[in-house]
């Protein structure tokens, strides 16, 4: 049973740029969770989806910041117009049911020129 | 506000030697706390969780304390080896909120030396 498992580890964008962070989830979780660390701090909550709805997204920044997580094909988190800003790591999680242990991916890092 | 407050923020300690890690939170009403071992770019991976009702709880070398009326975890690691180097996370979650909303603590740094 393959983990989360999170693509690309690296991703180089210029500012202005689009980036788009992908997320499986472990075989048989529904739950789906993004969040955001910035170097030498914690994990940042950012949106919390379930197939094909949109939970909680208190996390997430208004404006350029986007998430999906279709019937079929990974999770998609969506940055328009990268700033340097969002260059952090991105790390996307699952969990079988409502309060069940999560499951990390290795995450994505997200570097702005 | 929910919080979650960690310490020491780094911690360096030789091969073999014992630690322990602290974790101080004001979530409420308690659920339950987990610590996490997040390696240098890796994801976070889960060591144990606690529920209130139950004050200690092993994994290994990795002993995990919770005191509910101070509102106080702590994690203690026997016999460290070099591969316990990492950074250690504290997450609470709430009884209102579902676990991938928790509060993360900022972790602790830990290094062990040869």
């Known amino acids: 049973n393959a983990g989360v498992m999170q693509n690309p580890r690296h991703l180089v964008r210029r500012r202005g740029q689009e980036a788009r962070l992908r997320c499986s989830p472990m075989?048989?979780?529904?739950?789906v969770y993004w969040y955001r660390q910035l170097p030498e701090e914690g994990l940042k909550f950012m949106v919390y989806?379930?197939?094909?709805?949109?939970?909680?997204e208190s996390g997430m920044p208004k404006e350029r910041f986007s998430a999906e997580f279709p019937k079929e094909g990974p999770s998609i988190l969506r940055i328009q117009q990268v700033v340097r800003g969002d260059s952090a790591a991105y790390f996307c999680?699952?969990?079988?049911?409502?309060?069940?242990?999560?499951?990390f991916g290795s995450g994505t890092q997200l570097s702005v020129l | 506000k929910n919080q979650v407050e960690q310490s020491p923020q780094s911690l360096i300690i030789l091969e073999g030697k014992n630690c322990t890690l602290q974790?101080?939170?004001?979530?409420?009403?308690?659920?339950?706390l987990r610590w996490y071992k997040q390696d240098t770019g890796r994801g976070p991976v889960s060591l144990t969780i606690?529920?209130?009702?139950?004050n200690t709880k092993s994994n290994g070398r990795y002993t995990a304390t919770l005191d509910a009326d101070t509102k106080q975890s702590s994690l203690h690691i026997t016999a460290s080896q070099l591969s316990d180097s990492a950074s250690y996370i504290c997450?609470?979650?709430?009884?209102?909120?579902?676990?991938?909303?928790?509060?993360f603590g900022d972790g602790t740094t830990l290094t062990v030396k040869p």
């Open positions: 075989k048989g979780h529904s739950h």
């Open positions: 989806l379930q197939k094909e709805n949109i939970i909680d």
């Open positions: 974790c101080n939170y004001t979530v409420s009403p308690f659920s339950n």
């Open positions: 997450v609470v979650s709430s009884i209102n909120t579902n676990a991938g909303k928790s509060t």
């Open positions: 999680a699952s969990s079988p049911g409502l309060g069940e242990k999560l499951f």
């Open positions: 606690m529920t209130f009702s139950e």
